[in-house]
């Protein structure tokens, strides 16, 4: 078991490092927050350069939706066409650490060949056999998402918990150094229905499952770092009476600046300018003091 430190890409995460923003660059249409889709090469050369210097730590290049309200697959071809197409733009224009959104295993070994270090997988490696393969092969740094293609039923925390520890035996059997491992308990994608294959179906509130989940995040992190990714979600949206995603905003940092108190080292965001202040905040009202 690692000490809650890993190295994603070039960054070290958990202990006494601060917490780290991860960017999310959106190049699929369909996605359902509009404003985070960039396309062209001076948008998204713009954009990256606009995370960058409001503190972003990483770049999260998606190339498919995978929201389980939304109609939104694509083909693996044209997934891995828009995501390599970003991925040249960025390394052209800056340094900064791109994590790629993925769980097919074409698209992940596309993207490791072009250099780069970071998987971010909604699946925990469970979805595509064939990404066993590719990050044993490339060993990249890892996100690992709480998922199942089956129903799942109980205590959302212990649920999820279990989940994760499963995507963590996958990653040892795929000898992925431990130390390059980030958990996500993958809020948002626990639900009752949705499309696609990249939910996991539950009998249980989806609203409060997300609830729990962001208030028991320290138990859920067994010793390693924890990615929250809360960003203009649907949950919010219900909760606040808000069915535009761009109406989530206030409501997108309270629950980044909570997660941040309960254990989170690294947060997932559309709105890096505010996250980050958000969280610098929420950063230093968790230290614990010694002394007056």
């Not at 249409?29 to 995370?51: A, C, D, H, L, R």
């Not at 409501?251 to 108190?261: D, K, N």
Request: proline share 3%; net charge positive.
């Amino acid at each position: 078991m690692i000490n809650h430190v890993a190295k994603i890409g070039s960054v070290r995460v958990g202990g006494k490092n601060p917490v780290r923003i991860m960017a999310i660059l959106n190049t699929s249409p369909e996605s359902y927050f509009k404003k985070s889709i960039n396309i062209g090469k001076t948008q998204i050369k713009n954009t990256v350069k606009q995370m960058e210097d409001m503190g972003a730590d990483f770049i999260d290049v998606g190339g498919m939706s995978t929201a389980p309200y939304l109609h939104s697959t694509v083909s693996e071809k044209v997934e891995s066409k828009r995501i390599l197409n970003a991925i040249k733009i960025i390394q052209n224009h800056s340094n900064i650490p791109i994590s790629v959104d993925t769980c097919r295993a074409s698209v992940a070994r596309d993207s490791l060949e072009c250099g780069v270090e970071i998987i971010n997988d909604i699946s925990g490696l469970k979805y595509d056999e064939q990404m066993k393969e590719v990050v044993s092969k490339f060993s990249p740094s890892l996100v690992l998402c709480a998922y199942s293609s089956k129903t799942v039923h109980g205590n959302s925390v212990s649920v999820t918990k279990k989940l994760l520890k499963e995507s963590l035996s996958i990653a040892k059997n795929s000898n992925v150094d431990p130390e390059k491992i980030l958990l996500d308990p993958a809020v948002g994608f626990f639900r009752k229905s949705g499309f696609g294959p990249f939910f996991t179906k539950t009998k249980a509130d989806w609203i409060n499952r997300d609830l729990s989940i962001l208030k028991n995040l320290n138990d859920i992190k067994q010793d390693y770092p924890a990615l929250i990714s809360v960003s203009n979600k649907s949950f919010l949206g219900e909760i606040l009476g808000k069915k535009n995603p761009s109406d989530r905003l206030y409501g997108s940092i309270a629950a980044e600046s909570i997660s941040v108190a309960n254990g989170a080292n690294v947060i997932r965001t559309h709105n890096v300018g505010a996250t980050k202040d958000a969280i610098m905040i929420a950063s230093k009202l968790s230290e614990k003091h010694k002394g007056l």
